[in-house]
């Protein structure tokens, strides 16, 4: 008796692990999707002007204050090409409040691949597996045109 409550125990046990590990596999798989980053070039197709590549710089990850304190200069993150397609959905958003930059994006309104522009501040949700863009977030505000307003 004792050995078959041993075996069910353990049963429950490895088998909330698994649970944890798989979510935790789940959040990573859906933050690896999600690309931040300033717009270096937008590329219109030939035949078609509201799909094209976007030439993408993303942001950089912050490091640990040891592993800074080594680098002289942080570096400015890697350059992706993103394809969009007629299904990709482009919309303008607002920039979050000063006190909440990690709060999500809110629903912004509908835009064109035409309203992309370079060093716009971006959010693209890809499609997994792939550099096929299925949401591309235009977020407007931010230093840039605040220093722009004051000038």
Known sequence: MSLLRSLVVCGLFFG???VADAAKAAKK???AGTIRGTVKEVT???DNKDVGTLTIQTVAKK???AAAAAADAAPAGETKKI???KETKIE???APAKGQKKAPLAAGTSA???DLQTNANVVVTLKTGTDTAEKVQI???GKKAKKAKNQ
Do not use: E, M, Y
Request: charged residues 35%.
């Open 112 to 114: 064109k691949f035409s």
């Open 83 to 85: 394809v969009i397609t």
């Open 16 to 18: 909330l692990v698994g």
């Open 29 to 31: 798989q859906a933050a």
């Open 92 to 94: 303008k958003v607002d």
């Open 63 to 65: 490091k640990k204050k």
């Open 139 to 141: 977020v407007a505000g």
């Open 44 to 46: 219109p197709d030939k």
